[in-house]
């Protein structure tokens, strides 16, 4: 079968842009390796209407509704391969197998790399978390801690005093100039050089190398993040380079430098959420099927 639209990646944003073209009654395929970001945490907020939702129910229902439209595939699979080919695009599926489509939508999502602390990954998604609006507000204003990444991380130390007493790890990750460390100050921020060995306990106890420890309702950190393939450039998108790692450039319409190629969620902005994707995702869906209507060449 040849689709209208291929879209990589089954999540917020790859199911919002499916909805679009299954309401346009399009042909298309979704092929999911079940793998979204938020998979490690238990609830979602700051999505209107779903708001402290299990993310992972919001997924599924949202995958229920969408597979109700009779011109939706859906496949259980990693991609392994995207090739622009004379009709189209090409997406290969293990064992040589080739998809074909029209037009192509890159929904991948992004990785994220912690800090190497002991206990922090153990603890992401459930009380370590790089989004204050997400999961700022459920720490109660109690004891929040900031462990540093790098000199970006006094982003996250300035913002989260209005959710908490705020401490910053600075871990050698970066030293605070005399100016950031009177901002930090106004803010009612305290400042921890010593660095720090490892996390444990049930919520976020931070050990620091000098034996103290610091017990913390919740910690925030600024990940570094990659886009997990290489198709996007391989295909001629451009990147642009975001505070915390790269992403898919795409115009106001999530159309990329690669004509007929889209992107949509995190792959393709420099920060993300699940209402943003969402959002990002209709927008791919709809020029996606604009493109459809309209490009002809």
Same mark, same amino acid.
């Given at each position: 079968?040849?689709?209208?639209?291929?879209?990589?990646?089954?999540?917020?944003?790859?199911?919002?842009?499916?909805?679009?073209?299954?309401?346009?009654?399009?042909?298309?395929?979704?092929?999911?390796?079940?793998?979204?970001?938020?998979?490690?945490?238990?609830?979602?907020?700051?999505?209107?209407?779903?708001?402290?939702?299990?993310?992972?129910?919001?997924?599924?229902?949202?995958?229920?509704?969408?597979?109700?439209?009779?011109?939706?595939?859906?496949?259980?699979?990693?991609?392994?391969?995207?090739?622009?080919?004379?009709?189209?695009?090409?997406?290969?599926?293990?064992? #040589?197998?080739?998809?074909?489509?029209?037009? &192509?939508?890159?929904?991948?999502?992004?990785?994220?790399?912690?800090?190497?602390?002991?206990?922090?990954?153990?603890?992401?998604?459930?009380?370590?978390?790089?989004?204050?609006?997400?999961?700022?507000?459920? &720490?109660?204003?109690?004891?929040?801690?900031?462990?540093?990444?790098?000199?970006?991380?006094?982003?996250?130390?300035?913002?989260?005093?209005?959710?908490?007493?705020?401490?910053?790890?600075?871990?050698?990750?970066?030293?605070?100039?005399?100016?950031?460390?009177?901002?930090?100050?106004?803010?009612?921020?305290?400042?921890?050089?010593?660095?720090?060995?490892?996390?444990?306990?049930?919520?976020?106890?931070?050990?620091?190398?000098?034996?103290?420890?610091?017990?913390?309702?919740?910690?925030?950190?600024?990940?570094?993040?990659?886009?997990?393939?290489?198709?996007?450039?391989?295909?001629?998108?451009?990147?642009?380079?975001?505070?915390?790692?790269?992403?898919?450039?795409?115009?106001?319409?999530?159309?990329?430098?690669?004509?007929?190629?889209?992107?949509?969620?995190?792959?393709?902005?420099?920060? #993300?959420?699940?209402?943003?994707?969402?959002?990002?995702?209709?927008?791919?869906?709809?020029?996606?099927?604009?493109?459809?209507?309209?490009?002809?060449?």
């Amino acid at each position: 079968m040849y689709f209208d639209v291929i879209i990589i990646g089954g999540s917020y944003a790859g199911m919002s842009a499916g909805l679009q073209l299954a309401r346009a009654r399009r042909d298309i395929l979704v092929v999911d390796a079940d793998e979204r970001r938020n998979r490690f945490a238990k609830s979602s907020y700051g999505f209107l209407g779903q708001d402290g939702r299990d993310p992972g129910l919001i997924a599924a229902d949202a995958r229920e509704q969408l597979q109700r439209y009779p011109t939706v595939h859906w496949l259980n699979a990693e991609a392994q391969s995207a090739k622009r080919i004379e009709a189209g695009f090409s997406v290969g599926i293990g064992a #040589g197998e080739l998809l074909k489509g029209k037009r &192509l939508i890159l929904a991948t999502g992004v990785v994220d790399r912690l800090p190497a602390i002991p206990g922090l990954q153990e603890r992401w998604g459930k009380s370590v978390f790089h989004c204050p609006y997400c999961h700022g507000y459920e &720490l109660d204003r109690g004891r929040i801690g900031v462990i540093a990444s790098s000199e970006l991380s006094m982003h996250h130390a300035l913002m989260l005093p209005d959710w908490g007493e705020t401490t910053l790890f600075t871990n050698g990750a970066f030293v605070p100039d005399a100016d950031q460390s009177s901002q930090l100050r106004a803010r009612g921020v305290t400042i921890e050089t010593a660095p720090v060995r490892e996390i444990r306990g049930d919520r976020a106890n931070v050990v620091l190398e000098d034996g103290r420890i610091i017990a913390m309702d919740g910690l925030f950190t600024l990940t570094q993040t990659s886009v997990p393939t290489p198709w996007a450039e391989q295909l001629g998108c451009a990147f642009e380079d975001g505070p915390v790692g790269r992403f898919i450039s795409t115009d106001a319409m999530k159309q990329t430098t690669a004509k007929g190629v889209f992107a949509c969620g995190d792959a393709a902005r420099a920060a #993300g959420s699940v209402a943003l994707s969402v959002g990002d995702g209709a927008l791919a869906g709809t020029a996606a099927h604009r493109s459809l209507m309209f490009d002809n060449d």
